[in-house]
């Protein structure tokens, strides 16, 4: 027996396996209940007491070494390189899930190209701006009750310093910098100490727009916001203009359309007036060409401003703003298709 054992630890030494089914087929052999060790601890009776001590030992060694033999194999197929398997590890998983783009970003890219068939180009600049940019080159005096009119988020240590609360200060930025003929859109992400509900935010994208040039009239203005109505909500709608207040233009207007739910007839959307609001606009005061180095005396423009959300909303009837900064998944699946 003791030669048998010995036998049998020089051959576990020489075994190899290729593949786990290799290894299983040792297991079978040695360590499972029918294997050959097992057999040998069978026949272990039978030995004479006074060889059972040496015998014994060898026969544990032999199990343990056999055991020992099996985790070192299994470690050694578990790390070894796996090119030649039959599967690819760097294929995706199922199912493959494609992103959509943002409900705001599709529209914001929908108002952008429209105003860019008519020529306007996109400028940029800072979410946090100075006072200067956002409200007095804006022609919002010091200490005036307008700048009341957005809740402005200060920083206490810095208050000169702030989140911008209309991206005018992207047009403030971009006539201080070059001269007429200026004619941009300025899209961004605005700020605003509100109260978060299902009709306002503190943050929110709006888009504004600047044309400077000599000769601007109001009728130029209103032209261009009636093409962009029709464009957005189709060639049946219509828009009005009504008198409205901003510290920036003179005069002021807020623009309507009308309601593409009811057609202009009447309906709970739109309170029953048949028209529905959607942006702020005005021949830009010759105080704000003058603080932005441009000369009133020869140039004029008109501004205009709207919120992202705000026509989104219309486009398709969201009733909770606050769903566009949740990034519920089945939300913005709804989306998919206008990708
Ligand atoms: N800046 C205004 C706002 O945020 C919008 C606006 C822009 C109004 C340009 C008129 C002209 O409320």
Redesign the pocket.
């Given at each position: 027996m003791l030669a048998k054992i010995e036998q049998l630890l020089q051959e576990i030494e020489g075994l190899n396996a290729q593949n786990t089914e290799e290894l299983e087929s040792f297991r079978i052999k040695y360590l499972s209940k029918k294997g050959i060790i097992n057999a040998l601890m069978a026949d272990f009776r039978n030995i004479p007491a006074e060889q059972k001590k040496e015998v014994g030992m060898k026969l544990n060694e032999l199990k343990n070494r056999m055991q020992a033999r099996f985790t070192e194999l299994k470690e050694k197929l578990d790390t070894q390189d796996n090119s030649a398997v039959e599967f690819d590890l760097t294929r995706t998983s199922y199912p493959i899930e494609l992103g959509s783009r943002h409900p705001l970003n599709i529209v914001r890219n929908e108002i952008i190209d429209i105003f860019h068939r008519m020529g306007f180009t996109i400028a940029d600049g800072p979410e946090i701006e100075d006072d200067w940019h956002v409200f007095s080159s804006m022609n919002f005096p010091e200490d005036h009750p307008a700048r009341d009119?957005?809740d402005t988020f200060f920083i206490e240590s810095h208050p000169d310093i702030i989140l911008r609360?209309?991206?005018?200060s992207v047009q403030s930025r971009v006539m201080e910098t070059s001269q007429p003929p200026i004619r941009v859109i300025c899209p961004g992400r605005?700020y605003r100490n509100e109260a978060i509900s299902y009709r306002a935010h503190c943050f929110f994208h709006?888009i504004?727009?600047l044309y400077v040039d000599k000769n601007v009239s109001f009728t130029d203005l209103k032209q261009v916001l009636l093409q962009f109505a029709k464009e957005m909500f189709g060639a049946q709608t219509k828009i009005r203009l009504r008198p409205s207040y901003?510290p920036?233009?003179e005069p002021?207007a807020e623009m309507d359309i009308s309601c593409d739910i009811c057609g202009g007839t009447g309906c709970a959307f739109c309170k029953y007036t048949g028209w529905v609001e959607i942006?702020?606009?005005?021949m830009v005061d010759p105080a704000v060409l003058d603080a932005n180095g441009i000369d009133s005396k020869i140039y004029t423009g008109y501004?205009?401003?709207?919120g992202v959300e705000r026509i989104t909303n219309l486009k398709y009837k969201v009733k909770d703003l606050r769903m566009f900064s949740e990034n519920d998944i089945r939300f913005l699946k709804e989306f998919e298709a206008a990708n």
């Amino acid at each position: 027996m003791l030669a048998k054992i010995e036998q049998l630890l020089q051959e576990i030494e020489g075994l190899n396996a290729q593949n786990t089914e290799e290894l299983e087929s040792f297991r079978i052999k040695y360590l499972s209940k029918k294997g050959i060790i097992n057999a040998l601890m069978a026949d272990f009776r039978n030995i004479p007491a006074e060889q059972k001590k040496e015998v014994g030992m060898k026969l544990n060694e032999l199990k343990n070494r056999m055991q020992a033999r099996f985790t070192e194999l299994k470690e050694k197929l578990d790390t070894q390189d796996n090119s030649a398997v039959e599967f690819d590890l760097t294929r995706t998983s199922y199912p493959i899930e494609l992103g959509s783009r943002h409900p705001l970003n599709i529209v914001r890219n929908e108002i952008i190209d429209i105003f860019h068939r008519m020529g306007f180009t996109i400028a940029d600049g800072p979410e946090i701006e100075d006072d200067w940019h956002v409200f007095s080159s804006m022609n919002f005096p010091e200490d005036h009750p307008a700048r009341d009119m957005q809740d402005t988020f200060f920083i206490e240590s810095h208050p000169d310093i702030i989140l911008r609360t209309h991206t005018s200060s992207v047009q403030s930025r971009v006539m201080e910098t070059s001269q007429p003929p200026i004619r941009v859109i300025c899209p961004g992400r605005v700020y605003r100490n509100e109260a978060i509900s299902y009709r306002a935010h503190c943050f929110f994208h709006q888009i504004e727009g600047l044309y400077v040039d000599k000769n601007v009239s109001f009728t130029d203005l209103k032209q261009v916001l009636l093409q962009f109505a029709k464009e957005m909500f189709g060639a049946q709608t219509k828009i009005r203009l009504r008198p409205s207040y901003f510290p920036f233009t003179e005069p002021s207007a807020e623009m309507d359309i009308s309601c593409d739910i009811c057609g202009g007839t009447g309906c709970a959307f739109c309170k029953y007036t048949g028209w529905v609001e959607i942006l702020g606009c005005g021949m830009v005061d010759p105080a704000v060409l003058d603080a932005n180095g441009i000369d009133s005396k020869i140039y004029t423009g008109y501004a205009f401003g709207m919120g992202v959300e705000r026509i989104t909303n219309l486009k398709y009837k969201v009733k909770d703003l606050r769903m566009f900064s949740e990034n519920d998944i089945r939300f913005l699946k709804e989306f998919e298709a206008a990708n």
